[in-house]
Protein backbone atom coordinates (compact mmCIF):
# COMPACT_ATOMS: atom_id res chain seq x y z
CA UNK A 1 0.00 0.00 0.00
CA UNK A 2 3.20 2.52 0.95
CA UNK A 3 4.78 1.24 -2.44
CA UNK A 4 1.06 2.43 -4.44
CA UNK A 5 0.98 5.69 -2.71
CA UNK A 6 4.61 6.71 -3.10
CA UNK A 7 4.49 5.21 -6.86
CA UNK A 8 0.69 7.41 -7.54
CA UNK A 9 2.74 10.76 -5.91
CA UNK A 10 5.80 10.13 -8.16
CA UNK A 11 3.57 10.18 -11.28
CA UNK A 12 1.58 13.57 -9.91
CA UNK A 13 4.42 15.32 -9.26
CA UNK A 14 5.92 14.12 -12.95
CA UNK A 15 2.55 15.49 -14.14
CA UNK A 16 2.63 18.77 -12.52
CA UNK A 17 6.26 19.30 -13.77
CA UNK A 18 5.34 18.40 -17.40
CA UNK A 19 2.49 20.98 -17.34
CA UNK A 20 4.72 23.48 -16.03
CA UNK A 21 7.31 23.08 -18.41
CA UNK A 22 4.33 23.02 -21.53
CA UNK A 23 3.32 26.32 -19.98
CA UNK A 24 6.68 27.90 -19.67
CA UNK A 25 7.47 26.39 -23.51
CA UNK A 26 3.75 28.43 -24.48
CA UNK A 27 5.08 31.78 -22.84
CA UNK A 28 8.42 32.20 -24.01
CA UNK A 29 7.11 31.43 -27.55
CA UNK A 30 4.63 34.27 -26.85
CA UNK A 31 6.91 36.70 -25.83
CA UNK A 32 9.91 35.92 -28.42
CA UNK A 33 8.64 33.72 -30.87
CA UNK A 34 8.17 36.41 -33.00
CA UNK A 35 11.28 38.14 -32.85
CA UNK A 36 13.08 34.70 -33.31
CA UNK A 37 10.74 34.68 -36.87
CA UNK A 38 11.21 38.33 -37.51
CA UNK A 39 15.55 37.51 -37.31
CA UNK A 40 15.51 33.87 -39.01
CA UNK A 41 12.50 35.14 -42.07
CA UNK A 42 12.73 37.52 -44.58
CA UNK A 43 9.24 39.39 -43.62
CA UNK A 44 9.80 42.01 -41.14
CA UNK A 45 6.72 44.26 -40.39
CA UNK A 46 6.59 47.59 -42.62
CA UNK A 47 8.87 46.91 -45.43
CA UNK A 48 7.81 45.20 -48.66
CA UNK A 49 10.40 41.78 -48.73
CA UNK A 50 11.93 42.06 -52.78
CA UNK A 51 11.52 37.98 -53.31
CA UNK A 52 8.20 37.98 -52.37
CA UNK A 53 6.57 40.34 -55.29
CA UNK A 54 7.64 40.61 -58.75
CA UNK A 55 11.02 43.41 -59.12
CA UNK A 56 9.10 45.14 -61.58
CA UNK A 57 6.58 46.88 -59.33
CA UNK A 58 9.43 48.08 -57.12
CA UNK A 59 9.20 51.28 -58.98
CA UNK A 60 6.40 52.42 -57.04
CA UNK A 61 8.58 51.98 -53.74
CA UNK A 62 12.16 53.83 -52.45
CA UNK A 63 14.31 51.92 -51.41
CA UNK A 64 14.26 52.26 -47.43
CA UNK A 65 10.77 50.17 -47.84
CA UNK A 66 11.88 47.17 -48.73
CA UNK A 67 14.28 43.91 -47.71
CA UNK A 68 15.85 41.67 -49.51
CA UNK A 69 16.06 38.47 -47.80
CA UNK A 70 15.05 40.32 -44.49
CA UNK A 71 18.28 42.77 -44.88
CA UNK A 72 17.64 46.20 -45.01
CA UNK A 73 19.57 49.26 -45.35
CA UNK A 74 20.59 50.75 -41.63
CA UNK A 75 20.80 47.30 -40.25
CA UNK A 76 23.85 46.44 -38.38
CA UNK A 77 26.34 44.18 -39.22
CA UNK A 78 25.03 41.61 -36.63
CA UNK A 79 21.90 42.06 -38.16
CA UNK A 80 23.03 40.39 -41.18
CA UNK A 81 24.92 37.85 -39.79
CA UNK A 82 22.12 36.98 -37.34
CA UNK A 83 19.63 36.45 -40.44
CA UNK A 84 21.66 34.83 -43.12
CA UNK A 85 25.30 33.85 -41.37
CA UNK A 86 28.20 34.86 -42.59
CA UNK A 87 28.78 36.16 -46.32
CA UNK A 88 31.21 33.92 -48.81
CA UNK A 89 33.16 36.33 -49.07
CA UNK A 90 34.31 39.69 -47.37
CA UNK A 91 36.95 42.23 -49.26
CA UNK A 92 37.52 45.90 -48.80
CA UNK A 93 36.91 48.71 -50.67
CA UNK A 94 38.64 51.87 -51.66
CA UNK A 95 36.86 54.09 -49.32
CA UNK A 96 37.19 51.71 -46.19
CA UNK A 97 33.98 50.02 -46.48
CA UNK A 98 33.48 46.64 -46.55
CA UNK A 99 31.79 44.09 -49.56
CA UNK A 100 29.97 41.10 -48.05
CA UNK A 101 29.36 39.08 -51.41
CA UNK A 102 26.29 35.86 -50.62
CA UNK A 103 26.08 33.15 -53.55
CA UNK A 104 26.32 29.78 -52.01
CA UNK A 105 25.67 30.93 -48.76
CA UNK A 106 21.82 31.76 -49.74
CA UNK A 107 21.67 28.89 -52.33
CA UNK A 108 23.04 30.40 -55.89
CA UNK A 109 25.57 29.03 -57.88
CA UNK A 110 27.57 32.05 -58.20
CA UNK A 111 27.61 35.68 -56.55
CA UNK A 112 24.49 37.12 -56.01
CA UNK A 113 23.90 39.42 -53.82
CA UNK A 114 26.67 41.91 -52.60
CA UNK A 115 26.41 44.16 -49.87
CA UNK A 116 28.27 47.34 -48.60
CA UNK A 117 29.27 47.60 -45.18
CA UNK A 118 30.12 51.71 -44.26
CA UNK A 119 30.75 52.44 -40.33
CA UNK A 120 29.47 48.87 -38.92
CA UNK A 121 25.66 49.09 -41.35
CA UNK A 122 24.55 47.93 -44.49
CA UNK A 123 24.50 50.92 -46.82
CA UNK A 124 24.11 49.40 -49.95
CA UNK A 125 22.35 46.16 -51.35
CA UNK A 126 23.74 45.11 -54.96
CA UNK A 127 22.01 42.17 -56.68
CA UNK A 128 23.59 40.21 -59.69
CA UNK A 129 22.17 37.92 -62.56
CA UNK A 130 22.80 34.79 -60.85
CA UNK A 131 20.04 36.65 -58.03
CA UNK A 132 17.19 36.28 -60.18
CA UNK A 133 16.75 32.67 -59.11
CA UNK A 134 15.10 34.04 -56.07
CA UNK A 135 12.89 36.59 -57.47
CA UNK A 136 9.52 36.56 -58.39
CA UNK A 137 7.91 37.46 -62.40
CA UNK A 138 10.22 37.48 -65.46
CA UNK A 139 14.00 37.40 -64.92
CA UNK A 140 15.47 41.02 -64.88
CA UNK A 141 18.94 41.16 -64.00
CA UNK A 142 20.94 40.37 -67.28
CA UNK A 143 18.30 40.66 -69.21
CA UNK A 144 16.85 43.72 -69.44
CA UNK A 145 17.73 46.41 -71.70
CA UNK A 146 18.42 50.27 -71.12
CA UNK A 147 15.73 51.32 -73.15
CA UNK A 148 13.60 48.71 -70.71
CA UNK A 149 14.52 50.05 -68.07
CA UNK A 150 14.08 53.70 -69.00
CA UNK A 151 10.24 52.28 -69.84
CA UNK A 152 10.73 50.49 -66.64
CA UNK A 153 11.94 53.55 -63.80
CA UNK A 154 12.18 56.75 -66.03
CA UNK A 155 15.18 59.11 -66.74
CA UNK A 156 17.59 58.47 -63.64
CA UNK A 157 18.61 62.20 -62.06
CA UNK A 158 22.72 61.44 -62.37
CA UNK A 159 24.47 58.50 -64.48
CA UNK A 160 28.76 58.11 -64.39
CA UNK A 161 30.76 56.14 -65.85
CA UNK A 162 32.72 53.37 -63.48
CA UNK A 163 35.36 50.46 -64.21
CA UNK A 164 34.37 46.89 -64.06
CA UNK A 165 37.16 46.10 -62.25
CA UNK A 166 41.01 47.60 -61.12
CA UNK A 167 42.09 44.87 -63.72
CA UNK A 168 39.77 45.69 -66.58
CA UNK A 169 39.51 48.16 -69.29
CA UNK A 170 36.19 47.64 -69.24
CA UNK A 171 33.68 50.28 -68.40
CA UNK A 172 29.88 50.31 -67.51
CA UNK A 173 27.31 52.99 -66.79
CA UNK A 174 25.61 53.43 -63.40
CA UNK A 175 22.58 55.59 -63.58
CA UNK A 176 21.38 57.17 -60.07
CA UNK A 177 17.79 57.23 -59.44
CA UNK A 178 18.14 59.32 -56.21
CA UNK A 179 14.92 60.07 -55.50
CA UNK A 180 13.66 56.50 -54.61
CA UNK A 181 17.42 55.13 -53.63
CA UNK A 182 18.09 52.97 -56.73
CA UNK A 183 21.29 52.43 -58.56
CA UNK A 184 21.24 50.74 -62.25
CA UNK A 185 24.53 49.52 -63.47
CA UNK A 186 24.31 48.64 -67.59
CA UNK A 187 27.16 46.94 -69.37
CA UNK A 188 26.95 46.42 -73.18
CA UNK A 189 23.36 48.07 -73.17
CA UNK A 190 22.18 45.47 -70.49
CA UNK A 191 21.23 45.86 -66.68
CA UNK A 192 24.32 43.75 -65.16
CA UNK A 193 22.77 44.41 -61.62
CA UNK A 194 20.33 46.60 -59.28
CA UNK A 195 21.31 48.02 -56.39
CA UNK A 196 19.69 50.11 -53.49
CA UNK A 197 21.32 52.76 -51.44
CA UNK A 198 21.51 54.92 -48.92
CA UNK A 199 24.36 56.87 -50.36
CA UNK A 200 25.43 58.35 -53.43
CA UNK A 201 29.24 58.28 -55.29
CA UNK A 202 29.20 62.08 -57.34
CA UNK A 203 31.58 61.53 -59.57
CA UNK A 204 32.94 59.01 -62.71
CA UNK A 205 35.24 57.01 -61.49
CA UNK A 206 37.67 54.94 -63.28
CA UNK A 207 39.28 53.26 -61.02
CA UNK A 208 37.27 52.10 -58.06
CA UNK A 209 37.48 48.50 -58.77
CA UNK A 210 33.69 47.80 -57.87
CA UNK A 211 32.60 44.45 -59.67
CA UNK A 212 29.70 44.45 -61.30
CA UNK A 213 29.73 40.58 -63.42
CA UNK A 214 28.80 37.73 -61.43
Known amino acids: MHIQLHDKRNNIIAVIVLVMLFIGAIVLLIQFGPEVANIQGGKREGYTELTEIDMRVVNELHANELTILGI ?19 GQKNDGSERWEFGASIGLEKTGMILTVKDGK ?20 GVMTKNEMYA ?23 YQYQEKGFIIN ?22 SGVQVTS
Not at 156 to 169: D, K, T
Not at 197 to 203: A, P, R
Open 72 to 90: KLGDTAEDVKKRKGNPDKI
Open 122 to 141: VARIMLLPSFNKLLKGDPLL
Open 152 to 174: WLGAPEEFFFRQVSSSSARVYRE
Open 186 to 207: ILSGDVVSVGFTSYFDGKSDLT
